[in-house]
């Protein structure tokens, strides 16, 4: 056992380039880990899938500290190839059924479509890592949960505890509720055997994590949230109030434009709060992010544009400068699909900022929790229009009154979210455990 | 460098291709019903009535939608079929350097159309999705 720099095998298949949600709590992970003196090795895929298939971030990458140690494994993944001139004629003809028959590859080594195939491989590069360099602690995040399994291997290998980072749910719906397979399926005995090994269990928020105690009582001990949190990249998140605000409000969205964003209630909202308060009918809308998970759906930024002349569609923004971009806003529009285990990682971001935010979501998100006590935050009632168009004015009349003081108290209030305040106390727990320290 | 976007809901924007200059080409074929506009020429092909109002029909049903996949009034099919018949997509796919399937339904006509290219003995590039085409416009410059 290592006790003066502990080895940690960190394994996600969604690393920088990858431009995915999840992948901003993977980088803050392995760097929270290096800087409290942990060798890390990151397990992932090639960049080139990424930049190729979902479209990558390369400034993130670059955010990756300077010490973790990337292993790539050279993954075949048929699902991400986007060269046409190697599909068979089924994939171009019926790409559904294709899919479907592809995922027999799957299902046979791990109850995972899509990615249950990597299971051997991973497997195999855990037990490579580790004869090299013996790991004293895995974690996996996911999904895919197949990310799982190298801590497993070790554990039942090598006796190598093991965390299992929940950033969403496998056998929960986090939107609609709705278990999606049974606890006695394939997944739900897969994700029992994975959970008791576990030494800890990590979610997002409270209401994942009650759902799995609930599911599996034995883990009530060992799991933990650790909030998705905020991190600073090279421009600070905690913008000053902006100066042309009086020529004409800037409310904005950052984010994935998905079909499970009211993207039309809100923009029902828009028009009728534009059509009734002075100060919305001269405010902007900027949405930036991808439209759709694949970034194809480019016809949502032409629909958009013809929807309200005061709305526009500006594409995507690096994660590492994107302190700029919320410099630019008077007012934050906090979008989300309905679902009570609903957080997602924009909202302790924007939080950040100290900017008003309207937050056009179901009140009974869990994102609901996290800014119930913010100063700066005007909920709608409802996904209604006309509840949503009172939100947006009442966040118009916060943008225009609010303070350089008011925005420094937000700001400080949001502090409580800062990333490594997240993470920090699971690291130290993690330490102790590696190191065998008496606990203080 | 020319680029054949096979788009049949017209996803194409300017910002789609940040890559291209001004001296680039982009063509994109599409379903009739599309709106011009600058720096991209539109070839618009005709609509099947009753392929597009047995795709609503199927479309609130996933067995009804499944079985259309397999028919011949697949919209993939369908749209391959006009694209096929159209001279002056097959114009402008045989001066392309790059093939770009937008959606699901542009998959098909990309595929067969990079087929027949391969046939006559060329090496056509052909890709699915704009991430992906972002990252061939570099590869290929």
Redesign the interface.
């Known amino acids: 056992m290592t006790v003066t720099r502990p080895h940690l095998l960190y394994t996600a298949w969604g690393f920088p380039p990858s431009r995915a949600g999840g992948v901003y709590r993977a980088v803050a992970t392995v760097n929270a880990f290096a800087r409290s003196g942990w060798d890390v090795t990151v397990l992932t895929v090639p960049r080139e899938l990424f930049v190729s298939s979902t479209g990558g971030d390369l400034l993130l990458e670059q955010r990756v500290d300077s010490s973790v140690r990337v292993e790539r494994l050279a993954v075949s993944t048929p699902a991400f190839e986007s060269d046409i001139t190697v599909w068979p004629r089924l994939r171009a003809r019926a790409p559904e059924l294709w899919t479907a028959w592809d995922w027999r590859h799957d299902l046979r080594r791990f109850p995972e479509p899509a990615y249950g195939r990597f299971r051997p491989e991973l497997e195999r590069a855990a037990l490579n890592i580790h004869s090299q360099s013996p790991v004293d602690l895995a974690i996996g995040t996911a999904n895919p949960n197949v990310d799982f399994i190298p801590g497993w291997t070790l554990h039942r290998s090598a006796g190598v505890p093991y965390v299992m980072d929940y950033r969403d749910a496998w056998r929960l719906d986090v939107f609609s509720g709705r278990t999606l397979l049974a606890s006695g399926s394939r997944a739900g005995r897969w994700e029992r055997t994975l959970q008791r090994g576990a030494a800890e269990v990590w979610f997002v928020n409270e209401a994942i994590r009650s759902w799995h105690v609930d599911a599996h009582p034995g883990i009530s001990e060992r799991a933990h949230v650790v909030a998705n949190g905020y991190e600073q990249y090279d421009v600070p998140l905690a913008v000053p109030v902006r100066a042309e605000r009086d020529k004409g409000l800037v409310f904005g969205y950052i984010g994935t434009v998905t079909d499970r964003v009211p993207l039309n209630a809100l923009l029902e909202g828009w028009r009728r709060a534009r059509a009734r308060d002075p100060r919305m009918r001269s405010a902007t809308l900027v949405i930036h992010g991808y439209a759709g998970h694949f970034g194809t759906s480019a016809a949502v930024a032409r629909e958009l544009a013809l929807s309200d002349p005061g709305v526009r569609f500006e594409g995507p923004v690096s994660k590492s400068t994107i302190g700029k971009v919320y410099a630019g806003f008077d007012a934050l529009v906090l979008l989300l699909g309905t679902g009570r285990y609903v957080t997602s990682g924009k909202v302790y971001e924007y939080a950040a900022t100290g900017i008003p935010i309207a937050a056009i979501h179901d009140p009974s998100n869990a994102a609901s929790e996290v800014l119930a006590a913010s100063p700066a935050r005007v909920a709608t009632r409802s996904l209604m229009p006309d509840d949503i168009s009172d939100a947006l004015v009442e966040t118009a009349a916060l943008a225009c009154s609010q303070t350089p003081a008011d925005r420094a108290r937000a700001q400080h209030w949001a502090g409580q979210y800062e990333r490594s305040r997240q993470l920090n106390p699971r690291i130290d727990a993690l330490t102790r455990l590696v190191t065998r320290e008496p606990l203080s | 460098m020319r680029v054949v976007v096979f788009s049949p809901?017209?996803?194409?924007?300017e910002?789609?291709l940040p890559g291209l200059s001004s001296d680039d080409r982009v063509v994109v074929v599409c379903w009739a019903g599309s709106t011009e506009r600058e720096g991209v020429t539109i070839v618009q092909l005709r609509r099947n009535k009753l392929a597009d109002s047995l795709a609503r029909t199927a479309g609130r049903n996933v067995l009804l939608r499944?079985l259309l996949?397999?028919s011949p009034l697949?919209p993939?099919?369908v749209f391959w079929r006009a694209v096929r018949g159209c001279e002056a997509v097959l114009r402008e796919v045989g001066e392309a350097d790059l093939?770009v399937?937008?959606?699901?339904d542009g998959?098909?006509a990309?595929?067969?159309t990079?087929r027949r290219l391969?046939r006559s003995g060329r090496?056509?590039?052909?890709?699915?999705?704009?991430?992906?085409a972002?990252?061939?416009v570099e590869r290929l410059r």
């Open positions: 809901a017209d996803t194409f924007t910002s789609t499944t996949r397999v697949d993939g099919v093939l399937a937008a959606e699901r998959g098909y990309t595929w067969k990079m391969a090496r056509q590039a052909a890709v699915s999705g704009y991430p992906a972002r990252a061939a």
